[in-house]
């Protein structure tokens, strides 16, 4: 059973940093493409950046390039995203996804996920 337990988020102020983690268990970590996504109240879910399982490819959403990393330690199980120069409205909820797939490529629509984290909350002071 694929578990997936987010972490990092919090309380900061607009250009503060922030690193989520999001660590796998219960499958083998590098078969997956992973992606993190972001729901603001109100507003759809978004994904903002993904990466596949060899951290070979990464993409980003065009609002958050620049500002945001994504990154993976297969060893450790664990999905990264570093967040620099946080802005008000990045504050969401923000979730890591999990599709098993290994491949080259991976994705930011929210309907090529299967498993998903329960999120962890960023919200951004000005």
């Known amino acids: 059973q694929v578990q997936m337990v987010e972490s990092g988020g919090g309380l900061v102020q607009a250009g503060e940093s922030l690193r989520l983690s999001c660590t796998v268990s219960g499958t083998t970590f590098d078969g997956y493409a992973m992606g993190w996504f972001r729901q603001a109240p109100g507003k759809e879910r978004e994904g903002v950046s993904c990466?596949?399982?060899?951290?070979?490819?990464?993409l980003y959403s065009d609002s958050v390039k620049d500002r945001f990393f994504v990154s993976r330690d297969n060893a450790k199980n664990t999905l990264y995203l570093q967040i620099d120069n946080l802005e008000p409205e990045d504050t969401a909820t923000y979730y890591c996804?999990?599709?098993?797939?290994?491949?080259?490529?991976?994705?930011?629509?929210?309907?090529?996920?299967?498993?998903w984290g329960q999120g962890t909350q960023v919200t951004v002071s000005s």
């Open positions: 990466i596949n399982w060899s951290a070979g490819k990464t």
């Open positions: 996804a999990a599709e098993p797939h290994s491949g080259t490529w991976c994705y930011l629509s929210q309907y090529e996920y299967t498993y």
